[in-house]
């Protein structure tokens, strides 16, 4: 009887030492819970994973295991925040390409890294868990925390390339450093018709005013940039087309939609001393950091 009523006690007095303490200190706070999130894989298979770990496989795929600590801490906070935001808005399952993000796990991994696998993994994990949990929140709440590639030196507004959200342009000048970021395509005037259908010119017709293309008149039928590029494969709305013996020549400035965080920009930006939080806040804007 005396070793029942101790392992009565025992719990009770836990429980009250631990409203005690979260009395007198609210930064005391239980720990949350572990969530799990569902991937689908390319070939429909379904696998419900620990989010932290689905944030790894996130990180290792979206960016180069190569850059900057704080980069690498900035995108998991960016990914962990996409993530959430899809599982508060009742998307049950997230695809593992760059329709939402995209993911790979641990075999993906040592096919992509080879004999770095066991550094890098090492890397991005630690940075994963540095990060834990950290989300970030804009007015008072998850939002679509858009990435890409690189700029063209500037940021998009999300009104402008997917209709929604209020992520505002910034100058990501740096960006014209990359050594991906300007590119040239070339295609005859039979491949873009297999696209775009048959057709005697193309014309760029506007841009707005950060040189990413509004508006394409391919003869009388108008394209926005955003749909141009899509039809093409192009690497960003920023490019220029030129044509010299049927064969059309199109260079891109930057790589991705534009919106939100450059990824290369924000390993320039840690690589001058910024930290993952002063990242964030810069290509964000107006955000808080809040443990979910």
């Not at 980069?71 to 009742?90: E, P």
């Amino acid at each position: 009887m005396k070793n029942k009523l101790c392992l009565l006690v025992v719990p009770i007095l836990g429980l009250n030492l631990y409203w005690f303490f979260s009395f007198f200190n609210d930064s005391f706070k239980k720990p949350p819970e572990e969530k799990n999130i569902t991937i689908v894989s390319e070939n429909n298979e379904k696998t419900s994973i620990d989010i932290e770990n689905y944030i790894i496989g996130v990180v290792a795929c979206e960016m180069p295991a190569l850059y900057h600590e704080e980069a690498l801490k900035a995108q998991a906070v960016a990914s962990r925040t996409y993530a959430y935001y899809l599982l508060d808005h009742n998307q049950d399952t997230v695809l593992t390409d760059t329709t939402d993000q995209c993911y790979i796990d641990s075999t993906q991994m040592q096919e992509k890294w080879g004999n770095k696998y066991d550094e890098y993994y090492k890397k991005i994990s630690e940075i994963v868990k540095s990060t834990k949990n950290i989300v970030m929140n804009k007015d008072n709440s998850l939002f679509k925390s858009f990435y890409f590639s690189t700029s063209n030196g500037s940021t998009l507004d999300s009104i402008s390339v997917f209709k929604e959200g209020n992520l505002t342009s910034v100058s990501s000048d740096w960006d014209r450093d990359s050594k991906d970021y300007e590119k040239e395509i070339t295609l005859t005037k039979e491949e873009i018709a297999k696209k775009l259908g048959e057709f005697t010119n193309i014309k760029i017709n506007a841009r707005d005013e950060t040189h990413h293309v509004l508006e394409v008149l391919v003869d009388n039928k108008k394209y926005t940039g955003i749909e141009f590029r899509k039809l093409l494969n192009l690497r960003s709305t920023d490019f220029d087309i030129s044509l010299n013996n049927n064969i059309y020549t199109i260079k891109t400035r930057g790589y991705g939609h534009g919106v939100g965080m450059s990824q290369y920009g924000a390993n320039y930006l840690a690589k001058s001393g910024k930290n993952y939080k002063d990242i964030l806040k810069y290509y964000y804007n107006d955000i808080t950091f809040v443990t979910y």
